[in-house]
Structure formats: structure tokens, C-alpha cells
């Protein structure tokens, strides 16, 4: 049933990001972005939907999972570019976002939805959820800060290049692209951190141990210094290009640490071990 | 009571020399005085002019154009030589194209619709313009607004300062809080500085060679002068550069940028070259974060949307040419319609008439019945006769033939009063038969 709903809420969001993308190519067609944001407003409400329901089919042990990592940081990524949207007029920033969306959504349609089977005692620890909510939101807005950055460097590439052509006139100002990236990547740090230390202290009372040198917890650490260091070279005044190509190098490294750790069987104490064998399925 | 055209005669950019439309101009008062003057000539029912430093065009709703003429050629004869003449379509066609800025001298440019919006509400204030100024104004408001929402007219920069303003907004978004530097004294760097308010920029910081020169500019565009010593402080400070001074060579070198840019900490910085020789070193826009245009690089950006406007002028002027079409049918329809409904009034009567004969002689002789179907039948004989003649009426008046129409009501006698496609309605101009063919004298 949740599984349902949430191939629903995939239909929105391509919906969505046909709006969006519409509006890109025509920018005289308002009415397109408006659709668009309309259409993913529904599409988050439904997908939200979608994991309540399997919060209680699946006894919210799902979200351990990558499939169930990609469930909440596409929720979140489209919820946090709804979020900006209100303070920043950019809808030509949901041609880039809505279809992000919908790829890292894609993957989890297919295939059953089931739970795993015996829940560990790490994710018996009351912490946990908060721990799983907040690292899921720091992937979200660095996915954001990334969507964002891309268009950062096309736009620096038509108006260095002198290219003043259709992507010129449709992409926001490179100022405002700039400022945008650093805020995500200042709340997406913030909601890293507070994640990583909810795991230190779930770690040190589930394995009695805060640091047990897991590739999770060292991917981890890793990508935690690289955003703290943006956010630091931004303090020493880094802007532009290289604050851009930083970001995109950023969520790459995310990006392969997410998909390796959990990809390869008994490579982590963290989800994939838990991965039990397939309860069936609740309808 | 003769007939009534429209008539327009009028100058602009493209017929007479600037010192003629500037004798001719005429605004607030004496635009008024004029309307008034204009409305009491002889034979003429509506006039409205606009007026503007690019054109003097007088539109009056009268039996000839030589009012509209003499409101030239009584203030300066010379203006005689540079008067262009249309009448009818012609003319219609001529403010549409007007309103639409297709006539411009840069074609698109967006101040002519509220120009003539503007001399249509002074015409309409003095009671030049009545009811069929009103509709023909309306509608030209109206093509103006098509053309520029279903074509690209207004698109692109057109000028070099609006090339800098379109260039800076897409780096920085707005300027507030920003500084703009303008190195060298040249008048496309002030004109350019003056564009760029627009966007708010806080500062705006002058340096020059002579410092007496430098001074003076600073005021003008409301900055604040600087040394010439400290260009490279100074290139810390702002954000935008223009520079245009009349140096033979780079005044910025890439080393001096390169500097800049490590004391800036990569922040954009704009260098907007408008000098020739080139007063920037080209290696400078190579630089990371530097973004560097040169005259050319504008140049090809205005010529570029010259380029694109002309294309979308193409599909305005089709837009123009249904605009115009429409509005003459629109007036030529209302123009035959009296007769048809003279034509259908005179035949019903005679079909309600008859039926009541019959009925009379009849007597008593027929039930209701039979009462209703004759008088039934005296109406489809009226809707049956009648069907092929309303409809060719209606076609002939669509398609701008109004012979048929008078044909129709001399054939079935229909009054004078009733008959009018030609003559009385004042709406009828553009296309009578009689019109004379338009004409155009270009000087």
C-alpha cells in the first residue's frame, strides 16, 4: 500500500518536474512553474503520506535501509526546495531540482517494500530516529546545494564565455546562485553535525564504543572536515567558481560513500548488515 | 452630408530632419489649443495627434485631410516637403504600427504605447476624439499588447549601456551594497555608470588621469573622485569596472587584475572595457572569477537582438495586418447591418400584413390551428426569400464590398435614412469605394 502511494507521488513529481522544465524552455509560460510547484507541493504531501503508512506497516524499521534513505532524502530535498522557494522567487531552480528528485526517488519504486527482519538494538535506541531525520536532511540540502551549484558554473560558463543565449537569460544571477549554495551548505553542515554526533552517542551506548573506525563512520568524518572546510573557506572570503566546484565534489563524494557502504554486503555495522531476510510483504 | 474618412498626415524620423520635427512638436497647452482648433475646422468630426520627439502625426476623422495638413503647413511651410499622407486602412494600419513600435526608430522600444495612450487621453479630454477614436485607439492599444506578449519585439538590449545593465544584473543580481568604478573620463563610461543606477548600486567611484576632469565627472554622475594614484586600491573596492579613457594603451594589465583579485578573495569582479583602443588587457577576462567585455563584445550583443527584432517584426506586422483587417471588417459589418435590417423589417411587415388578410378574408371559416400555420407560413416565406440576400449582404460587407449593400437598398427601396453603408454613418471611411487611393509622400 505504501509502495502504491508512493509510485503515486512519483507520478507528481514527474508532473512537477514537467512544469518546471516547461517553464525553463519558455520562460513566458508562468503558469507552467506555478503548475509546477502546485504539483510538487501535492507530490510531497502524498509522499509523506506514503511513509507514515509504512512507518506503521513496517514499524519504521524501513529507513535503515538505502531504499528507505532515498524514500525521506528525496521527501526532504523536494520539502526544503518548497522551503526555499518562499524566500527566494527561483522557480527555474525546480528544473533542476524536481527531476533530482524523481532519479534518486526512481530506484526505490521497484521491487517490493518490505521490512527487515529482526530489528538490531542499535535502532532500538531512542535517538535513533532523530539521528536518521537529520542525517537524511544534511544529504538533502547538500543534493540542493549541489542542483544549485551546477547552474552556478552554466551560468558562469555562458556569461564568461560571452554566451548570451537561452540558458543566459533563464538562469538566475550568478550572485544569487552563489549566496544560495553557501546557506544550503551551512544548514546541510548543521544538520550533519547534529547527525553525526546522535550517532556518536548511539554508538557509544548500542557498540560501547563512540568510534570504532566503521567505513561508515570514517566516510563519514570525511565528508563532515570537506563541508566544514567550506564553510570555513567561505569565512576566508572563497566564492564562485571554486566554492561551486567544491560543493559538486562534495555530494559526489556522498553520493559514492552512500552507494558503496551500502552496496556491499558486510562492509558496515550500519544498515546493510541489518538487512534481514524479506518479512512478507503488508498490503 | 458627405463622406467621412480617416485621414492621417504626419512626420517623423524616417521623413523629415530633426529641426523640422522639432518645430513641430507641441505639447500640454498648445497640444490642447491645437485639438480644439483642429475639431472646429470645417468638415472635420474627430482628430487626435501624437507627439513626439521622433514623430508629429495628426489623425482626424474628416471629409479631407487638408485640416490635418494646415496644422503643418501653418506653422512652417518647409514642413509641407516632409508630410506623408494616408487614408482609410492605410491609416489604421499606420497607428497600429505606431502603437506597436514597429515604426520606431529602434524597433520594440517600449515608451511609444504610452505615448500614444497619452496623446489619445489629451485628445479625449478635450473632446477631439469621440466614439470612433475611442474604438480605433482601443484597438491599437490592444495590437500593441499582442505584439508584444505573442512576439519577441521588446526582447535583448539594444543599446551598449543596456548590454552593461542586462551583463552586471546577471553577475551580481542587484548592486546594493556594490561600488561601480569608473576609470577615465570617456561619455560611454558616464552614460553607462548613470544605466547602471538601476540597480542600486551604493557607490560609485571616479578616477581619472587629469584630476580637474575627474572632478567634474564625479559630479555629474553623483560619485566620488579618486586619485588616479590609487587604481589599485581601488580595483579591491569595486565591483564593476568601466573603463574609458582615450589611453593607447592597457590601463588594467592582467597583472594588476590577478593582484586584485587574491585581495579580493575571488569575489566576481565585472571590467566593462568601452574604450577603442582597447584600455583592458583581453588576458584579464581569462582570469578566474574576472569577467571582462570589450566594445565588441557588446556590439555583437546589440546587434544580435537588432537581428532578433527584425525577425520578430516579421510575425508583429502579421499580427498588425489581422488587427487591421479585423477592425475594417468589424466597422464595415456594423455599416451594412442598417440595410439588412431595413431589408427584414419591410418584408416581415408585408408578410404580417398579408397573413392578416387572408386570415380576415377567411373569417371564422379556420381553427387556430389552421391560423397559426398561415401565418407560419408567411414568415418562412420572408426567412426563405430573405436567406440568400442576408447572407451575401453579411459576406460582401465582411470582405470590404459595401456596392452590394447600396445595390440591395436600391433595389428594394428602402430609405435613404435606412440605407447608409455609403453615406451618414461616420464609422465607414476606410473602405468606401469612393476612398481615393492612399497615398505617401516621403521626403
Redesign the interface.
Known amino acids: 500500500m505504501s509502495l502504491e502511494l508512493l509510485r503515486f507521488a512519483a507520478g507528481l513529481y514527474a508532473v512537477a518536474a514537467a512544469g518546471y522544465l516547461l517553464y525553463f524552455a519558455r520562460p513566458?509560460h508562468t503558469l507552467a512553474a506555478r503548475f509546477g510547484s502546485w504539483f510538487l507541493s501535492g507530490a510531497v504531501v502524498v509522499h509523506l503520506a506514503a511513509i507514515g503508512l509504512a512507518c506503521k506497516e513496517f514499524g519504521g524499521l524501513e529507513w535503515f535501509t538505502m531504499r528507505g534513505g532515498f524514500v525521506l532524502t528525496a521527501v526532504l530535498l523536494a520539502g526544503t526546495y518548497l522551503l526555499v522557494q518562499r524566500f527566494y522567487h527561483l522557480p527555474s531552480v525546480g528544473a533542476f531540482v524536481t527531476p533530482l528528485t524523481l532519479i534518486i526517488l526512481l530506484p526505490t519504486l521497484f521491487g517490493e517494500g518490505g521490512a527487515p527482519g529482526e530489528a538490531p538494538a542499535a535502532l532500538k535506541h531512542p535517538a535513533i530516529t532523530l539521528h536518521i531525520m537529520t542525517a537524511s536532511l544534511g544529504v538533502a540540502l547538500f543534493g540542493l546545494a549541489f542542483g544549485v551549484a551546477v547552474m552556478y558554473l552554466l551560468?558562469e560558463r555562458?556569461?564568461?564565455g560571452?554566451r548570451?543565449g537561452a540558458l543566459?537569460s533563464r538562469l538566475?544571477?550568478?550572485?544569487?546562485l552563489d549566496k544560495l549554495t553557501d546557506r544550503l551548505v551551512r544548514l546541510g553542515f548543521l544538520s550533519f553535525t547534529v547527525a553525526s554526533i546522535l550517532g556518536a552517542v548511539i554508538a557509544r551506548s548500542v557498540w560501547k564504543s563512540a568510534w570504532s573506525w566503521d567505513p561508515q563512520q570514517v566516510s563519514t568524518l570525511l565528508i563532515w572536515v570537506l563541508y566544514g572546510g567550506m564553510v570555513q573557506l567561505r569565512h576566508?572570503?572563497?566564492?564562485?567558481?571554486?566554492y561551486a566546484l567544491l560543493t559538486l565534489s562534495g555530494f559526489a563524494l556522498l553520493m559514492v560513500s552512500i552507494v558503496t557502504l551500502r552496496s556491499v554486503p558486510g562492509l558496515t555495522m550500519h544498515a546493510g548488515e541489518y538487512k534481514g531476510p524479506r518479512t512478507e510483504v503488508v498490503k | 452630408m458627405s463622406e467621412r474618412q480617416l485621414f492621417l498626415v504626419g512626420l517623423s524620423h524616417k521623413s523629415a530632419p530633426l529641426e523640422v520635427r522639432e518645430r513641430m512638436a507641441l505639447d500640454g497647452e498648445d497640444l490642447k489649443e491645437a485639438l480644439r482648433q483642429l475639431r472646429a475646422s470645417q468638415g472635420v468630426d474627430e482628430a487626435f495627434v501624437v507627439s513626439t520627439c521622433n514623430r508629429v502625426e495628426v489623425f482626424v476623422q474628416a471629409e479631407a485631410e487638408e485640416a490635418a495638413r494646415s496644422f503643418f503647413t501653418s506653422r512652417a511651410e518647409q514642413a509641407g516637403d516632409h508630410l506623408y499622407v494616408k487614408a482609410g486602412a492605410e491609416a489604421v494600419r499606420h497607428l497600429f504600427r505606431v502603437a506597436a513600435s514597429l515604426d520606431s526608430m529602434v524597433v520594440g522600444e517600449q515608451q511609444i504605447l504610452g505615448q500614444v495612450k497619452e496623446a489619445y487621453g489629451l485628445a479625449s479630454g478635450v473632446q477631439a476624439a469621440g466614439s470612433f477614436m475611442s474604438r480605433l485607439c482601443n484597438r491599437a492599444f490592444a495590437t500593441a499588447k499582442r505584439v508584444r506578449t505573442e512576439t519577441g519585439i521588446g526582447r535583448g538590449a539594444t543599446s551598449m549601456s543596456q548590454v552593461a545593465v542586462d551583463l552586471v544584473e546577471k553577475i551580481f543580481g542587484d548592486l546594493k551594497g556594490r561600488s561601480i568604478l569608473l576609470v577615465g573620463a570617456g561619455k560611454m563610461g558616464a552614460l553607462s555608470a548613470k544605466a547602471l543606477k538601476v540597480l542600486g548600486a551604493d557607490r560609485v567611484l571616479v578616477t581619472n588621469r587629469s584630476p580637474e576632469r575627474g572632478q567634474q565627472l564625479a559630479d555629474q554622475v553623483e560619485g566620488r573622485f579618486r586619485p588616479w594614484g590609487e587604481l589599485e586600491q581601488l580595483l579591491v573596492e569595486a565591483d564593476v569596472v568601466i573603463v574609458s579613457t582615450g589611453a593607447p594603451t592597457f590601463v588594467l594589465t592582467a597583472d594588476m587584475v590577478r593582484a586584485a583579485m587574491r585581495k579580493r578573495r575571488h569575489r566576481n569582479l565585472c571590467l566593462i572595457d568601452l574604450a577603442v583602443p582597447r584600455n583592458v588587457d583581453p588576458a584579464c577576462a581569462e582570469l578566474e572569477d574576472v569577467f571582462g567585455y570589450d566594445v565588441d563584445d557588446m556590439q555583437k550583443v546589440v546587434s544580435a537582438s537588432h537581428e532578433a527584432r527584425r525577425g520578430e517584426a516579421l510575425s508583429a506586422e502579421a499580427i498588425v495586418e489581422a488587427e487591421v483587417i479585423a477592425f475594417t471588417r468589424e466597422r464595415e459589418t456594423r455599416a451594412a447591418l442598417p440595410v439588412l435590417v431595413t431589408l427584414r423589417q419591410r418584408a416581415e411587415q408585408i408578410a404580417r400584413a398579408e397573413a392578416e388578410r387572408t386570415l380576415a378574408r377567411a373569417g371564422g371559416t379556420l381553427d387556430d390551428r389552421a391560423r397559426a400555420s398561415i401565418e407560419a407560413m408567411a414568415q418562412a416565406i420572408v426567412n426563405k426569400l430573405l436567406h440568400q440576400p442576408t447572407m451575401r449582404l453579411k459576406a460582401s460587407a465582411a470582405t470590404g464590398e459595401s456596392a452590394l449593400a447600396g445595390a440591395a437598398a436600391e433595389l428594394f427601396g428602402l430609405d435613404q435614412a435606412a440605407t447608409p453603408p455609403r453615406r451618414g454613418t461616420p464609422l465607414n471611411g476606410a473602405t468606401a469605394p469612393a476612398a481615393p487611393t492612399p497615398t505617401e509622400e516621403d521626403a
Open positions: 513566458r551560468q555562458e556569461v564568461k560571452k548570451f543566459f538566475p544571477p550568478l550572485n544569487s576566508l572570503g572563497w566564492h564562485g567558481r571554486r
